[in-house]
């Protein structure tokens, strides 16, 4: 049975849309029951794909008006599940079904100092936090990480607002992003234990970030991390899925989620966030042929190196750097449901 707590959906007009950066595409939503989205929140969107309904995420870049124009910044993902593609085909006039704003990545009160940390497009869940910190006069750097400036969102606008709290790293400039470095600085700045990091962007990139915290013994609660389960260590590629208890097999293509090709199947399934976050989807592994992509932030490293269970909405089969990478067949996941 399928679990979704974010039970109120309502009718969103799209306002306006228009180019943020290279296969960045801006919409603007005008929901029917406007509410102002606080920093940190996202929208949740209900988005016919090729015949499926489908939910996907979007932080929630800007809100005005009292929450009646909510904008939000979409990257074309290489390996759209089908949602990006769609949303950069909108245009004015459209209406989306979408939530009231959701806050799952509060911006917290009362640090000494806050350092924002974003991945290419995890931005989007930043730049509200940004505004915020500087209204408010907090001590706060905002980190930007990209592959080159022309796919960087925002990235002229917060240096002209933000100054030099900013730090710009590129890597097709050879300035890179070294995690190390960032979280040795707070580890050994007098207000380490009250320094506050929110950091939105790819897994690995968030994988390296908590590994860093957690040896330097900084405070866990201290680190907080929004995710959409987009980015894994390796490639989308098509997968099967094996329910021994069920008697059948599912397969799942690149540009599908396993729980979406359950579904699709007609398996039941329990969910919630669907973005790797919560940890209700978690079903247990039986075997693998290949490697398994977890993609999630719920489950934590040691979980995911014993391949014992993964989160179904956002986790992968792949043939990766395993020994049966060149052969045909495809990788695939045993998985008992609970
Ligand atoms: S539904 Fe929340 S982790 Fe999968």
Redesign the pocket.
């Given at each position: 049975m399928a679990v979704n707590t974010q039970t109120w959906w309502q009718q969103g007009r799209v306002v306006e849309t228009s180019d943020l950066a290279e296969g960045v595409r801006r919409v603007v939503l005008a929901p029917d029951r406007p509410v102002h989205a606080a920093p940190g929140t996202h929208v949740d969107l209900r988005l016919d794909l090729a015949g499926h309904v489908r939910k996907r995420s979007y932080s929630v870049v800007r809100s005005e008006d009292g929450g009646r124009r909510l904008t939000l910044g979409v990257q074309l993902a290489p390996s759209s599940r089908g949602g990006s593609r769609h949303m950069h085909g909108l245009a004015p006039g459209d209406v989306v079904e979408m939530t009231g704003p959701v806050q799952s990545f509060p911006l917290g009160v009362g640090a000494d100092r806050y350092v924002l940390v974003a991945g290419g497009i995890g931005v989007t869940a930043l730049v509200a936090m940004a505004d915020a910190l500087r209204r408010r006069g907090a001590d706060y750097t905002l980190v930007l990480a990209g592959r080159r400036r022309a796919v960087m969102a925002y990235l002229g606008e917060l240096v002209e607002v933000h100054g030099d709290r900013v730090r710009v790293f590129v890597d097709d400039e050879d300035v890179r992003l070294d995690v190390a470095e960032l979280v040795g600085e707070i580890a050994g700045s007098p207000a380490a234990a009250r320094t506050e990091m929110y950091m939105c962007g790819p897994i690995r990139l968030m994988d390296a970030i908590r590994r860093a915290w957690v040896s330097h013994e900084l405070p866990e609660p201290n680190l907080r991390f929004e995710t959409f389960?987009s980015s894994g260590a390796w490639a989308a590629e098509d997968f099967v899925v094996h329910l021994p208890q069920l008697d059948r097999s599912v397969r799942v293509g690149k540009d599908s989620s396993m729980?979406d090709a359950l579904e699709d199947a007609g398996v039941d399934v329990?969910?919630?966030?669907?973005?790797?976050?919560?940890?209700?989807?978690?079903v247990k592994v039986l075997d693998v042929s290949g490697r398994i992509d977890h993609r999630?932030v719920?489950l934590s490293q040691q979980q995911k190196e014993t391949y014992a269970s993964l989160?179904?909405?956002?986790a992968r089969a792949a043939r990766g750097d395993s020994a049966d990478a060149d052969a045909a067949e495809p990788a695939a996941v045993t998985l008992h449901l609970p």
């Amino acid at each position: 049975m399928a679990v979704n707590t974010q039970t109120w959906w309502q009718q969103g007009r799209v306002v306006e849309t228009s180019d943020l950066a290279e296969g960045v595409r801006r919409v603007v939503l005008a929901p029917d029951r406007p509410v102002h989205a606080a920093p940190g929140t996202h929208v949740d969107l209900r988005l016919d794909l090729a015949g499926h309904v489908r939910k996907r995420s979007y932080s929630v870049v800007r809100s005005e008006d009292g929450g009646r124009r909510l904008t939000l910044g979409v990257q074309l993902a290489p390996s759209s599940r089908g949602g990006s593609r769609h949303m950069h085909g909108l245009a004015p006039g459209d209406v989306v079904e979408m939530t009231g704003p959701v806050q799952s990545f509060p911006l917290g009160v009362g640090a000494d100092r806050y350092v924002l940390v974003a991945g290419g497009i995890g931005v989007t869940a930043l730049v509200a936090m940004a505004d915020a910190l500087r209204r408010r006069g907090a001590d706060y750097t905002l980190v930007l990480a990209g592959r080159r400036r022309a796919v960087m969102a925002y990235l002229g606008e917060l240096v002209e607002v933000h100054g030099d709290r900013v730090r710009v790293f590129v890597d097709d400039e050879d300035v890179r992003l070294d995690v190390a470095e960032l979280v040795g600085e707070i580890a050994g700045s007098p207000a380490a234990a009250r320094t506050e990091m929110y950091m939105c962007g790819p897994i690995r990139l968030m994988d390296a970030i908590r590994r860093a915290w957690v040896s330097h013994e900084l405070p866990e609660p201290n680190l907080r991390f929004e995710t959409f389960g987009s980015s894994g260590a390796w490639a989308a590629e098509d997968f099967v899925v094996h329910l021994p208890q069920l008697d059948r097999s599912v397969r799942v293509g690149k540009d599908s989620s396993m729980l979406d090709a359950l579904e699709d199947a007609g398996v039941d399934v329990m969910w919630d966030c669907r973005k790797g976050e919560c940890g209700i989807c978690q079903v247990k592994v039986l075997d693998v042929s290949g490697r398994i992509d977890h993609r999630d932030v719920f489950l934590s490293q040691q979980q995911k190196e014993t391949y014992a269970s993964l989160c179904l909405c956002v986790a992968r089969a792949a043939r990766g750097d395993s020994a049966d990478a060149d052969a045909a067949e495809p990788a695939a996941v045993t998985l008992h449901l609970p």
